[in-house]
């Protein structure tokens, strides 16, 4: 980023830079629980999940979308890395929706990413052309993802939602990460694909017991052949992370 001295808004680094290269953590913390999350296992400080972070004060969001404009800076701000933006044990999430009509005045692209299902559709209103609605998809079946990611809202929930927001235009994709079940995963892209603009598919870390037992290169395999034959380009209709690509 230029001389900019952005107060909310912040460049992305390391792992998250190939999901977007700006990035909004409205809350730092999440309820959702999720076993597998990155967060936790790396040791990053979880504050409250239902009170608005310090940084993220409306103020603040409205002063670097305002830097970014003057800049000409359009480079899509992604919602979020540290936290859910509908997180489900949250009892008002109004705080999202006043940061997206931020967004929508300054005509800023926003890309959401969440677990929180069906709690998103009503913000739907607020996307854009250039917006985009996303959702991390990693179990075909309830039993698991209550074992896994027991806050989180339940698979089909958030299925219902990508259906929604494809209803409306908007601009959908799924983040495939991680993968736990390479079959399970598999399955979700055939039952999706039809609604889904952009899949990221990435391997599974933290777990190496569990890793060691995946044939990561036949299903990197695997999973580009099904999502060819789906009609997904790379690139535009699906991105692989780096670990995958580079797991041996």
């Not at 305002?66 to 008002?92: K, Q, T, W």
């Amino acid at each position: 980023m230029k001389e900019m001295k952005l107060s909310a808004i912040y460049q992305a680094d390391g792992k998250t830079l190939e999901y977007a290269e700006l990035a909004l953590n409205p809350y730092t913390g999440c309820s959702h629980n999720c076993s597998y999350c990155y967060n936790k296992r790396e040791g990053r400080p979880q504050g409250p999940y239902d009170q608005p972070a310090k940084k993220a004060s409306l103020k603040n969001i409205q002063h670097d979308l305002l830097m970014l404009e003057r800049d000409h800076d359009r480079r899509p701000v992604h919602i979020s890395f540290m936290c859910d933006p509908y997180d489900m044990g949250r009892a008002n999430n109004s705080h999202i929706r006043d940061i997206l009509m931020a967004f929508r005045a300054y005509d800023h692209p926003f890309q959401i990413l969440t677990k929180g299902g069906m709690l998103a559709a009503k913000d739907f209103d607020l996307y854009g052309h250039d917006d985009s609605f996303g959702v991390t998809l990693t179990f075909d079946n309830d039993a698991d993802s209550r074992r896994f990611e027991p806050g989180a809202a339940l698979p089909k929930d958030r299925i219902a939602a990508l259906l929604e927001a494809h209803s409306r235009n908007i601009h959908t994709w799924v983040s495939c990460e991680p993968v736990l079940y390479p079959a399970q995963t598999l399955k979700l892209i055939e039952m999706t694909h039809q609604f889904v603009d952009l899949f990221w598919v990435g391997k599974l870390t933290h777990y190496p017991k569990m890793e060691e037992k995946i044939d990561w290169p036949k299903f990197r395999s695997e999973v580009e052949a099904l999502l060819q034959k789906c009609g997904k380009e790379k690139g535009t209709g699906y991105k692989l992370l780096h670990q995958l690509i580079e797991a041996k």
